[in-house]
């Protein structure tokens, strides 16, 4: 065999064995991702107190990338850890045209997932409400909660898990910060209004960016929503635009302001219900929460806190 044919043979080998290599390697990046997201699931879980033994947790499935994220981890943790608690998948229905009805049982009957699907079309009553050129979530988002909390209650479940992530977080805390002027988003857990219900978000510590390279991983038969998707005037997308280009230019910016979220100082703010402002006087020592507290923290300059591996997921 002359050198060129040993060279050309050698690279059609080469060829051949690529797509192998390659499938091996996006393996290996997926199995990489999915333990870090059941790391920071676990972490939430632990951090929050979200589920205890015997819960019965009932899972909320939209079709999109987050939800599919959040039940699939879930699912992960509970082979994994020794705390017994069930799932069960509930998507809502809401009979948006076009939309895909045997997507969600197909999936879910082949992960062997306890699941209902509730039907209620809540999309004529968003139309029919909102006019044309209006934002639909709000309203969307009230009716869907209700039918949600009735359905819980119906399989007696006693944890609601729904599908935020970290940026969602983030981005609630900036809509209340610029258009609601206030201190607030949404908690890791929480009790609804009736005080019937516990919803809780595991996904807390997980970026988007994971979910979405997850979703792509996996290959989750992703359901678009076509209501209120397509609405590119919404709040909500501004600010989402607004922390992506302040973590392209100034990298860790947002993971600073998150970590603020867990470590606020009530004592250095202006609302007065958190402190009694009038009956403040100079005790004549040192007093811990007086002006140095107002200094910067010296652990600002170091490097950004880390989430510690949880305790929850048992690797």
């Keep these: 065999m002359t050198p060129a044919a040993v060279d050309q043979a050698a690279y059609t080998l080469a060829r051949r064995a690529r797509p192998a290599r390659e499938a091996q390697r996006a393996e290996f990046e997926a199995n990489k991702l999915k333990k870090r997201l059941r790391r920071l699931v676990g972490q939430a879980i632990a951090d929050f107190s979200m589920i205890e033994a015997g819960d019965r947790?009932?899972?909320?499935?939209?079709?999109?990338?987050?939800?599919?994220?959040?039940?699939?981890?879930?699912?992960?943790?509970?082979?994994?850890?020794?705390?017994?608690?069930?799932?069960?998948?509930?998507?809502l229905d809401q009979k948006q045209p076009g939309f895909p009805a045997d997507v969600l049982p197909r999936y879910l009957a082949s992960r062997g997932v306890q699941f209902r699907i509730e039907e209620q079309d809540t999309y004529s009553v968003v139309k029919r409400v909102i006019p044309d050129g209006r934002t639909m979530c709000s309203l969307c988002s009230r009716l869907r909660r209700g039918v949600l909390y009735r359905v819980a209650g119906e399989i007696g479940a006693t944890k609601i898990a729904l599908g935020h992530h970290r940026d969602d977080i983030l981005a609630t805390f900036f809509l209340n910060l610029f258009f609601g002027g206030k201190l607030k988003t949404m908690p890791p857990k929480l009790v609804s209004d009736d005080g019937k219900h516990v919803v809780i978000r595991p996904l807390a510590y997980v970026r988007e960016r994971d979910l979405a390279r997850y979703a792509e991983a996996m290959a989750f038969p992703i359901i678009p929503c076509n209501l209120c998707g397509a609405q590119e005037?919404?709040?909500?997308?501004?600010?989402?635009?607004?922390?992506?280009?302040?973590?392209?230019?100034?990298?860790?910016?947002?993971e600073t302001i998150f970590n603020a979220l867990g470590n606020v100082v009530t004592t250095h703010l202006l609302d007065r219900t958190l402190r009694d402002f009038a009956s403040i006087r100079a005790p004549g020592a040192d007093f811990p929460d007086g002006d140095l507290a107002c200094d910067e923290d010296p652990a600002l300059s170091r490097s950004p806190v880390t989430v510690p591996i949880a305790s929850f997921d048992r690797d």
Aim: include cysteine; charge should be positive.
């Design 233 to 254: 005037n919404l709040q909500r997308k501004q600010v989402t635009a607004m922390l992506r280009e302040w973590e392209k230019k100034y990298p860790g910016r947002t």
């Design 57 to 91: 947790v009932m899972v909320c499935l939209s079709g999109g990338k987050d939800s599919y994220g959040l039940l699939d981890v879930l699912l992960s943790l509970q082979r994994r850890t020794p705390l017994p608690f069930e799932l069960i998948a509930v998507n």
